[in-house]
């Protein structure tokens, strides 16, 4: 089971950090990575970081401002989010798989677990 929280409303320019708790997992042995999804389009990943090691890779439109990392003792996965723009308000989803393509775009059908989500809004 997967849980994301740490969202919330924030100003342009602002950050937030968004955690993805797991229960059921050992997170050295899962890749995980993060989805938004905006009203109206497709769920598009954001970032992931390997199953092995601490290799990630981020979308374009979040590179440099986004940085994703987990901590396996705690199992918990984390989205830090710096420089936000009106246009990362989405609600975002940790998941979680045993093996996925690191290349973007990230293809959804390669991450089995998902959390519930949690809303991000930039004003």
């Known amino acids: 089971q997967l849980v994301e929280s740490g969202g919330g409303s924030v100003q342009a320019g602002g950050s937030l950090r968004l955690s993805c708790a797991a229960s059921?997992?050992?997170?050295?042995?899962?890749?995980m990575g993060w989805f938004r999804q905006a009203p109206g389009k497709e769920r598009e990943g954001v970032a992931i970081?390997?199953?092995?090691?601490?290799?990630?890779n981020y979308a374009d439109s979040v590179k440099g401002r986004f940085t994703i990392s987990k901590d396996n003792v705690k199992t918990t996965a984390y989205l830090k989010m710096t420089s936000l723009k009106p246009e990362d308000s989405a609600m975002y989803y940790c998941?979680?798989?045993?093996?996925?393509?690191?290349?973007?775009?990230?293809?959804?059908?390669?991450?089995?677990?998902w959390g519930q989500g949690t809303q991000v809004t930039v004003s």
């Open positions: 059921g997992y050992t997170y050295g042995n899962v890749c």
């Open positions: 998941a979680a798989t045993r093996w996925a393509s690191m290349t973007f775009p990230l293809r959804v059908t390669d991450f089995g677990s």
């Open positions: 970081i390997a199953r092995v090691g601490s290799g990630t």
